[in-house]
């Protein structure tokens, strides 16, 4: 146990839908990273938060997004969701940010029908 | 365009076999990382670099600035090993861009 806990681990769903994945990041941690990894693209960052803030966005869809709550877990909704949306998502998370090193979780994996 | 590239994309080696895994970068970096990445799909971070070397039991990352490169060293390979293997890089920006990984099998 990484101490990163994702939620759902599978989730199987239609095109259309919108589905939320959650993430509670390691004590103490105050930044969370969400990434997107799918077998045409490999591993893509799409946002960072950091103590609740917005901090650094990637290559996220405008009908993806994320926030970080109070408690410091996020969660990232993904919505009129494609059959190309289907894909790993990874959340990690350090203690501040840049160059403190980063813990997985073990991921969700999408699977859009 | 900032790009990460790995090499080689697969490996295959017999078990107590030396590997080298390389990372090479387009311009200068912040950080690099150093992951595994199991069939089962988790990630696991094995190190972070800014310069130098580092080492953690069999493994062993080093970095040189000048010339834009890493390598990841496996000692002693054993078919534990078996793992994707992934150089990502932080450009001052912390956001991370991967390369494409190295499939590394170790054969018994």
């Known amino acids: 146990d990484s101490g990163v806990t994702q939620t759902p681990k599978h989730l199987i769903t239609a095109t259309g839908q919108r589905v939320t994945l959650r993430c509670s990041p390691r004590?103490?941690?105050?930044?969370v990273y969400w990434y997107q990894q799918s077998l045409d693209q490999g591993l893509q960052f799409l946002i960072q938060y950091y103590n609740g803030e917005e901090r650094a966005k990637g290559n996220i869809l405008e009908r993806f997004s994320a926030q970080q709550f109070p408690d410091l877990h996020s969660e990232l909704n993904l919505s009129s969701l494609e059959l190309g949306d289907s894909a790993l998502y990874f959340c990690?998370?350090?203690?501040?940010?840049?160059?403190?090193?980063?813990?997985f979780g073990s991921g969700t994996r999408l699977t859009v029908v | 365009k900032n790009e990460v590239e790995q090499s080689p994309q697969n490996l295959t080696a017999q078990e107590g076999e030396f590997i080298t895994i390389n990372c090479s970068y387009s311009?200068?970096?912040?950080?690099l990382h150093w992951l595994q990445q199991h069939p089962g799909g988790g990630i696991v971070s094995l190190f972070m670099l800014s310069s130098g070397k580092k080492k953690h039991g069999r493994l062993i990352a080093t970095i040189n600035i000048q010339e834009k490169h890493s390598s990841l060293h496996i000692t002693a390979s054993h078919p534990r090993d078996s793992a994707v293997y992934i150089c990502a890089v932080e450009w001052g920006n912390e956001k991370l861009t991967f390369g494409t990984g190295t499939r590394l099998t170790i054969i018994p």
């Open positions: 990690a998370s350090s203690p501040r940010g840049q160059n403190y090193g980063y813990t």
């Open positions: 004590s103490g941690d105050l930044s």
């Open positions: 311009v200068g970096i912040s950080a």
